[in-house]
Structures are given as C-alpha cells and as structure tokens.
C-alpha cells in the first residue's frame, strides 16, 4: 500500500459486519474476510501512528499541506479528502490546537480561510510518514514468500 493510498483511507465500522456464518456462501465468506482483512490492517496503521500524536485523517491533511508547499483553503482540503467541510473543520480545529496547523485569512478571498502548516507541523509530518512506512513494511513482512504478489495481483483484479 503506497503512503499516498493510505492516508486517504477513511475509518470503515467493522461493526456493522454481520459475523462469519459457515452456512454462507464462500464467495460472501470471501469478502467479510476481506473486510476484516482491511480493517485489521488499518487498526494496525493506525496504532503505529498513534505512537507519533497522529491519525490516519490527521496525516492525510498533514500531508495535502506538505505536498502543496502552500497555504490550502479548508474547502479544497475537503474536496481533495472526499468530505464535507464541517469534518475538515472539526479536523483542523485538532490539528490546529495540537500546533501543527494554523489558520490564516485569504488576502484573495475574505470569504475564504487557508490552513497552513506549522514548523510542528512539518516535523510531526515526517514522523508520521516515517511511522506508516515502518507499519507498512510490518504488515508485508507478514505475508510469507510470493504472498504478496498474488495478493497484488488479487488487489489489482478487484480494482479493475
């Protein structure tokens, strides 16, 4: 999974999931299983970066405002994470009261507030980056010799 792919992903409710049942089909057996799968996967991702003050959401907008190099409005941090705003907010509200992030008005647009980050913020950045890599290659690692190859391949297929 590329670093990129990962700070994307937004927490699924396993929850909801009804429970493994012999009696289903294997093709539904397949996919819960899958399901699971990712979620124990991210709940692993998540545990690394919980070490470093970090979410995988808090990461991800981490990472928008590193790789802009600029100061972003909240609304395209929104659209480039795939949410409303309001969730951009209450996330930036976080990010800003842990000092990576500060806000700053738009001399463009009044209407407008950018986020941008902090020194903090950089250096939490690559903590974090350093931190989901490390997690990365543990769950890899995991898989034995040509695992990880047909699993990419089994991916790959799923995606197409």
Not at 76 to 84: E, F, G, K, W
Not at 132 to 154: F, H, I, P, Y
Request: charged share 25%.
């Amino acid at each position: 999974m590329s670093h990129n792919r990962a700070v994307r992903t937004r927490s699924r409710n396993g929850a909801r999931r009804p429970a493994a049942d012999s009696r289903r089909p294997a093709a539904d057996s397949l996919v819960f299983s899958f399901l699971s799968a990712a979620d124990a996967v991210e709940a692993r991702l998540e545990a690394a970066l919980s070490q470093t003050g970090l979410s995988l959401a808090k990461l991800a907008v981490l990472h928008l405002l590193a790789d802009a190099k600029e100061a972003l409005p909240l609304s395209d941090l929104a659209a480039r994470q795939h949410c409303v705003r309001s969730n951009i907010t209450q996330l930036v509200d976080r990010l800003e009261k842990d000092g990576l992030v500060r806000r700053r008005a738009d001399l463009a647009d009044r209407r407008s507030v950018l986020a941008e980050l902090t020194p903090a913020g950089r250096q939490a950045h690559a903590r974090g980056v350093r931190a989901l890599a490390d997690a990365q290659r543990a769950v890899v690692r995991a898989l034995k010799a040509g695992e990880a190859t047909s699993l990419q391949n089994a991916l790959s297929a799923l995606s197409s």
